[in-house]
C-alpha cells in the first residue's frame, strides 16, 4: 500500500468529459464517490485528475492512500495517518502508536465479510485515529482518495463508515472494479472508450492511439481499437509494441491472444499488461467463480443465464451456483450487463432473460486458465451441445405459433451458433454437432434469406461428417434445396440425388417428400411447368411424419399454388386452399407470405388487379416479420407491375419477361444474407 499528500499535475483525460462533470458534480453533494469498472479503464487517472482540480479550486489537498500493493504496519487508518501534514505531529504519532497495538497481526487480505453498521472490536484507539485525521483533514481542506479497494474492499467500506459518521462533511472518493455497498455512495461507472461516434467519425479510442502513433492510415486505427474494446490500458499497451513491429502488423497481431502478453512501464506492477491487470482480480475471486469465469470464456458473443449454466456447470459447479457467480462478476467489473431482466420482446412478447457479456481482455484470460487447468475440450464440447440444444429450440419454435420466437432466439444467439459452426471439431460425434446446429436452423438458412451462409457451413461439415447416418441425408437434402434456391441447379442436383440413395436406405419417406419438393424448386428455375406442377403435386400429397423439418406438405401445396397460377385459375386457388387447410400453426407467416403471393399470381392473371394488389400488399407485411430479401424483392416486383396495371398509365410487361420471386437479381437482392426483417425500409406508399 502506498499513502500521500498528491499535488503534483496530471496528463490530460482523453474521452472523459461527461464522467469528469458527474465526478465532480457528485463532489458537491456526496459524502461518498466511487468511480467503478473494469480493469485498466482509468478509474484512478480520472478520480486523480478530478480532484486536482476540485482542491485547486477549494485549496485543498488529496489524502490518498494506495490498497494494491503491500498494506503497510497499521492498516488503512494508520497510512493515512502517516501521510497527514505535520501541524499536530504529537496527537498524530500518539494516535498511530494506538492503531500500531490495535491492528492485527495478519493485513493485506479481504475481509470475510461485509462491515456491519455497528462494527466489531471497535476501541479507543479507533477513536482517538480517527478523531486525528478527521482534524487534520478539516485543517487541511483534505479530501479522501482510497484507490483500488479491491482487495480491501471491507476494510475500506469500514474505515469510510467510521470517518463519515466522525464528520458527515468529509468528502470521500473511491475507485475499485465493484461498489463498496454504503448507503451514502454514489457510484459513476466508467466504461471503455467508444472507438467510433457514427459513420466515420473516430472516438475516443482512436483519439489515444493517434497521440501515440502520430500520423497514421484511420483505418488500421480503428480496426485496432475495435479489437481492444476500447479499453485506455489495452490501446496504452499496444502502441507500446510500435517500437517493434509496424501498425499495420499490430493490426493484423491484435485479433490473437497476443494483446493479453502485451507489456510496457506503468505506474503499478498490474498495469504493465492486460494479463496482470486480470489476475489482480481473479486473485480476489472465489474458487467457485474463477471456474465459472474461466469456463465463460468459451462463449463468444453475450449470453443467457441458461447457456452459462450449460457450459460451466459440473461436479464443482453446481448448477444452482451460476446465476450467483455470473452476479459476482458483473459486481467486480468482469461480466459486463447488456440487459436486465423483466419486461418482454416487443415483436414476440416473449419474457426476457437477462444477458451478459464477457470482455476481450477477461475472455483472453479466462481462456488461458481454462487451458492451464486442462478444461478447455470439455467446456467447448459443453458449448457445442448447448447450441444445438438451442439451434433444436429454435427449429421446434419456427413450427409454433409464433415464427418471430424463432427469429428472434437465433438473432440473440448469432455469435454463438456461428462459433459452434465454425470453430474446428475436436473429433467425429463433436463434428455430428456441429452438423446437427446447421440442420436444425435449416428454416434460418433457407427461409430468412441466408441460403448462402447456410450452404457453405454444410459444405464444409458434411466433409467432415461422412457416416452414413439420418442426420448426413437430412443435411444432403438441405444443402441441395439452398443450392436449387440460389439458382445452382447442377449442385442442387448431384446434391439431391446422393440425398434420394440415402433416404431410400434409410426408409425415409418424409426425406423423399422433401426430396420432390426441392426437384419443384428447381423445375420452377428452369421454367419447366409441368416437371414443377408434377414434383410439387408430389410432394404435397405426402402425410408428413416429422412436422419439425422441412418445408413440408403445406409448403409444396403453396408452391404448387404458384406454378400453376398462369395455367389453371382454379387449380391453383384449390391448391392455395389446400395449403392453407394443411398448416401447422396459424402463426406460420413463411406459409402464409407464399400463399398471399400466390394468390396475387393468380388474381392478375385470372381476377382482378385490385384484389391481387391487396394479397401482395399482405405478403409483403407477412414476410417481413421473418425476413428474406429473395422474397420481398419479387413481391415488391409483382406490387409495382400491379400498380401500373392499376392506374392505366402504362402497359402491364409481359410476364415472360418479369423475374419470378425465386430468381436472384436486381438491385434489391443485397449481395450479402442478413436480416432482412431489421434492415429493410418500407415498401412505399399505396
Known amino acids: 500500500m502506498t499513502a500521500r499528500a498528491e499535488r503534483r499535475p496530471l496528463p490530460g483525460v482523453v474521452g472523459r468529459a461527461v464522467e469528469h462533470e458527474l465526478v465532480s458534480g457528485l463532489l458537491g453533494s456526496a459524502p461518498l464517490v466511487t468511480l467503478t469498472g473494469a480493469a485498466g479503464v482509468g478509474k484512478s487517472l480520472l478520480a486523480r485528475t478530478v480532484l486536482e482540480e476540485h482542491t485547486a479550486r477549494h485549496d485543498g489537498t488529496i489524502l490518498r492512500v494506495g490498497c494494491w500493493d503491500g498494506l503497510a504496519e497499521g492498516g488503512l487508518l494508520a497510512a493515512l495517518l502517516r501521510e497527514a501534514r505535520p501541524a499536530d505531529s504529537a496527537r498524530r504519532d500518539t494516535a498511530t502508536a494506538f492503531v500500531r497495538r490495535a491492528a492485527p497481526s495478519c493485513v493485506g487480505e479481504p475481509a470475510g465479510g461485509r462491515a456491519t453498521d455497528a462494527p466489531t472490536g471497535r476501541t479507543p484507539a479507533d477513536d482517538t485515529a480517527i478523531a486525528a485525521l478527521i482534524a487534520h483533514c478539516r485543517r487541511s481542506r483534505a479530501t479522501v482518495l482510497l484507490d483500488d479497494c479491491d482487495p480491501l474492499r471491507d476494510e475500506c467500506a469500514q474505515l469510510v463508515r467510521q470517518l463519515l459518521r466522525a464528520d458527515p462533511t468529509l468528502r470521500i472518493v473511491a475507485t475499485a472494479r465493484g ?64 517500437d517493434r513491429m509496424s501498425l499495420p502488423q499490430l493490426a ?25 491487470a486480470q489476475a489482480a482480480g481473479y486473485a480476489l475471486c472465489s474458487p467457485t467463480d474463477r471456474r465459472v469465469w474461466a469456463r465463460l470464456s468459451v462463449l463468444p458473443g453475450d ?7 450449460c457450459v460451466c456447470t459440473s461436479c464443482d459447479v453446481p448448477a444452482a451456483a451460476v446465476e450467483g457467480a455470473l452476479e459476482r462478476l458483473v459486481a467486480a467489473s468482469v461480466l459486463e450487463r447488456v440487459r436486465d431482466a423483466g419486461g418482454a420482446q416487443e415483436d414476440t412478447g416473449a419474457a426476457l432473460p437477462p444477458r451478459y457479456r464477457l470482455p476481450r481482455a477477461a475472455r483472453d484470460f479466462g481462456r488461458t486458465q481454462l487451458r492451464e487447468a486442462g478444461e478447455e475440450s470439455a467446456a467447448l464440447r459443453r458449448f457445442r451441445q448447448a447450441c444445438a440444444a438451442l439451434a433444436a429450440e ?70 467432415l461428417s461422412r457416416d452414413d447416418t439420418a442426420l448426413r441425408a437430412r443435411a444432403l437434402w438441405l444443402a441441395g434445396y439452398l443450392a436449387a434456391q440460389e439458382h445452382s441447379l447442377g449442385a442442387a442436383e448431384e446434391l439431391l440425388d446422393q440425398a434420394w440413395t440415402a433416404a431410400v436406405m434409410h426408409a425415409d419417406s418424409d426425406g423423399l417428400a422433401r426430396i420432390a ?103 409483403l407485411a407477412a414476410k417481413k416479420l421473418i ?39 436486381g438491385p434489391d437482392v443485397p449481395p450479402q444474407p442478413f436480416f432482412s426483417r431489421l434492415r429493410t425500409g418500407p415498401c412505399g406508399p399505396g
Open 627 to 665: 425476413g428474406d430479401p429473395l422474397f420481398l424483392a419479387g413481391a415488391r416486383s409483382l406490387l409495382a407491375g400491379l400498380r401500373r396495371e392499376l392506374r392505366g398509365g402504362e402497359p402491364l410487361p409481359d410476364r415472360d419477361e418479369e423475374e419470378p420471386w425465386w430468381r436472384p437479381g
Open 252 to 276: 493484423a497481431q491484435v485479433g490473437s491472444d497476443g494483446p493479453l502478453f502485451y507489456s510496457g512501464p506503468a505506474a503499478t506492477v498490474r498495469h504493465t499488461s492486460l494479463y496482470a
Open 394 to 463: 429454435a427449429q421446434i419454435a419456427w413450427q409454433g405459433p409464433n415464427q418471430q420466437v424463432a427469429v428472434r432466439l437465433v438473432e440473440d444467439e448469432q455469435a454463438n451458433l456461428d462459433a459452434a459452426l465454425t470453430r474446428p471439431p475436436q473429433d467425429a460425434e463433436d463434428a455430428l454437432g456441429a452438423l446437427e446446429i446447421a440442420v436444425s436452423l435449416w428454416f434460418h438458412w433457407a427461409a430468412c434469406g441466408f441460403r448462402r451462409e447456410g450452404r457453405a457451413h454444410l459444405d464444409r461439415l458434411l466433409l
Open 303 to 309: 449470453f443467457d443465464p441458461w447457456l452459462a449454466g
Open 517 to 619: 419438393h426441392a426437384h419443384g424448386v428447381l423445375a420452377l428455375y428452369r421454367g419447366d411447368t409441368a416437371a414443377a406442377v408434377s414434383c410439387l403435386d408430389e410432394a404435397a400429397r405426402h402425410r408428413s411424419r416429422d412436422p419439425w423439418f422441412g418445408p413440408g406438405p403445406a409448403h409444396s401445396w403453396a408452391l404448387l399454388a404458384v406454378a400453376l397460377s398462369s395455367l389453371d385459375a382454379e387449380r391453383a386457388r384449390a391448391a392455395a386452399r389446400r395449403a392453407w387447410e394443411t398448416r401447422h400453426s396459424d402463426g406460420d407467416f413463411w406459409l402464409y407470405s407464399t400463399v398471399l403471393y400466390a394468390s396475387a399470381a393468380i388474381e392478375r392473371v385470372h381476377g382482378e388487379p385490385s384484389v391481387a394488389l391487396r394479397a401482395c400488399h399482405k405478403a
Open 179 to 242: 461498489a463498496l455497498g454504503l448507503p451514502e455512495e454514489r457510484t459513476v461507472e466508467i466504461a471503455p472508450l467508444p472507438v467510433t461516434l457514427g459513420e466515420g467519425i473516430a472516438g475516443p479510442a482512436v483519439e489515444l492511439l493517434a497521440a501515440r502513433t502520430g500520423a497514421a492510415t484511420p483505418e488500421l486505427l480503428v480496426a485496432v481499437c475495435q479489437a481492444l474494446e476500447g479499453s485506455p490500458l489495452a490501446i496504452a499497451l499496444a502502441a507500446q509494441q510500435l
